[in-house]
């Protein structure tokens, strides 16, 4: 059996002892001092997924993070620059497109996956997620469907949540998504390869005639595990059409949720959603788990930190 813990473990040593080859035209040049300018690096602006990458930056030895902050510090929790970077907030769907403007950005895989970015490949170092939970604490960056509070036991929606967490979505994302995209729960392989399986769902074609739909939220263009979720829901009988409604930027689909325009939605992780909740009054309920996606350090003039180091210089 493939367990989380080894997955996730695997991918982080991958990235962290393997000399990688970052996307793009690399520099070679670097310098022991340092530079007028400071390389900037680009970060998500909402506050969860942007206190993640503050503390990937920090494990990178870039800066030092007030441990005070727990794991979701802001920039004002950076006690120390070790090196002459600048660290700037983006809205994260704007952060592919406008890598080459930085001297690297923190990508999660739902905006890296479309673009063609593989962590391991890519990267110059990845967030290992198993960091952020001590003995008995749950991750709050696991991926999660979410439902109106008054729906949470809703038996269609459960129906849907149990379908997703199937050995066959999980192999279908572990072969699809291949590190940007990790599942949240144990699973087996299935007697399909992955392949198959792959190819399987890419074909995989269903309707809504007779069945009862389900509008789901999602954000980005890397969803096609909910075509695996359906056909897990067609094989089961159980006459559910899942409906997905794209949203362009996170700030929508939990306003989109919470006054009825749609039934559930599937693009954020814990922190982000009690975040929501407490900022903007949201009265949503997470309902299953889904993925968890590492947040990764791109970019397209650096192939590993040590050359962001130097080429920045020490402060």
Known sequence: ???????????????????????????????????????????????????????????????????AAGWVPELKDVTEYLYNIEIVPTQANTLPSTLDDFGASTINGTYAIPIGLIPSKDGLIIENQADATGSGEKNPFINVIVARTEDKDNPTYKKVVNAFNTDYVAQFVIAKYLEASIPSWDWKPTELSDEEI??????????????????????????????????????????????????????????????????????????????????????????????????????????????????????
């Open 198 to 315: 792959v190819d399987e769902v890419d074909h995989y074609e269903s309707d809504a005639a007779g069945k009862t739909v389900v509008k789901v939220g999602v954000c980005g263009a890397s969803n096609d595990s909910w075509k695996a979720v359906q056909k897990i829901l067609d094989d089961n009988g159980d006459n559910i059409y899942i409906e997905l409604v794209r949203f362009d930027a996170y700030t929508l689909p939990n306003e989109a949720l919470n006054s009825g325009e749609i039934d559930l939605n599937s693009f954020q992780h814990y922190a982000y959603l009690e975040k929501e909740c407490s900022t903007q009054g949201y009265d949503l309920t997470v309902i299953g788990d889904t993925n968890m996606a590492p947040l990764t350090l791109y970019s397209k003039k650096f192939t590993s930190v040590d050359e962001l180091k130097e080429a920045a210089g020490k402060k």
């Open 1 to 67: 059996m493939k367990t989380l813990t080894k997955i996730i473990k695997a991918v982080s040593a991958a990235a962290i002892a393997l000399s990688l080859t970052a996307c793009g035209s690399s520099s070679s040049q670097g310098s022991t001092s340092t530079p007028s300018e400071p390389i900037k690096i680009g970060i998500p602006d909402d506050a969860t997924n942007g206190g993640r990458a503050i503390k990937l930056l920090e494990k990178a030895g870039l800066i030092k993070v007030d441990p």
